[in-house]
């Protein structure tokens, strides 16, 4: 099992921007699985937001193409989710996810998730 730590998280208004970070300590990140993102807004079921993975090819839930950007810095064994142009929709928690796979065609599901971070919580609102 892998430990994840989310940080980034916290309070913005619409149009705003958030950076997410999730720390994989002792765990090198660019390891043979992908890393993604998942959200989880209320009384809803957690989603797929991004994925990227270790070849660098990245997908997104079509939600927040052109808005959210997956990275990996490899350095620091971290792993980020710049989030820009938020919108009140975007409010939920998101979990940091190690998929159980090096690569699918198809956007991962919480099923394809071997470990899950904490959780960091996201409101949008004005």
């Known amino acids: 099992q892998v430990q994840l730590v989310e940080s980034g998280g916290g309070s913005v208004q619409p149009g705003g921007s958030l950076r997410l970070s999730c720390a994989t300590p002792?765990?090198?990140?660019?390891?043979?699985?992908?890393m993604a993102w998942f959200r989880q807004a209320p009384g809803k079921e957690r989603e797929f937001v991004a994925v990227v993975w270790p070849d660098g090819d990245v997908n997104y839930v079509e939600s927040v193409k052109g808005r959210f950007t997956i990275s990996i810095d490899k350095a620091k064994d971290t792993v980020y989710l710049e989030m820009n142009s938020l919108k009140q929709e975007d409010t939920a928690v998101y979990y940091c996810a190690r998929n159980k796979y090096s690569w699918q065609s198809n956007a991962p599901m919480v099923g394809d998730i071997e470990d899950w971070g904490q959780g960091t919580r996201v409101t949008v609102s004005s």
């Open positions: 002792g765990y090198y990140v660019y390891n043979n699985n992908g």
